[in-house]
């Protein structure tokens, strides 16, 4: 428990904040995005942009044959190997931070990546 605790405290330790993104050492964790539609800066990891890329790529019809328009979180959790709850997790947290606009236009940003 002690040591857990004295690698937690050195891992908030190495993480710094400055004006690109959140930072490990040299690792980056997450990029600010400017978004032309509302004009303003915004934080996106990069484990959302993930998820974005397979909500994008994964099929809508559920198992039982019928297409409901969403792709179910079980099949994005295997993908991103996650649980489904957390999969439920970054639909919530894209919902409460940008609008449909800004979502649209990090969209359009995964299909350049995927192109």
């Not at 040591?3 to 600010?32: A, D, F, P």
């Not at 099949?75 to 979502?103: N, P, Q």
Request: net charge positive; glycine share 8%; with cysteine.
């Amino acid at each position: 428990m002690y040591i857990m605790r004295n690698k937690e405290i050195m891992m908030n330790q190495l993480v710094k904040k400055s004006n690109i993104g959140l930072y490990k050492g040299n690792t980056k964790w997450s990029m600010t995005k400017y978004f032309e539609s509302t004009g303003c800066k915004k934080q996106v990891s990069f484990r959302m942009m993930e998820y974005l890329g397979h909500v994008i790529d994964t099929p809508t019809v559920g198992a039982l044959g019928n297409d409901n328009g969403k792709a179910p979180d079980v099949v994005i959790g295997e993908k991103m190997k996650l649980t489904k709850f957390r999969v439920g997790d970054y639909r919530r947290t894209l919902e409460m931070r940008f609008t449909k606009t800004e979502v649209l236009e990090l969209c359009e940003e995964v299909m350049k990546e995927v192109a």
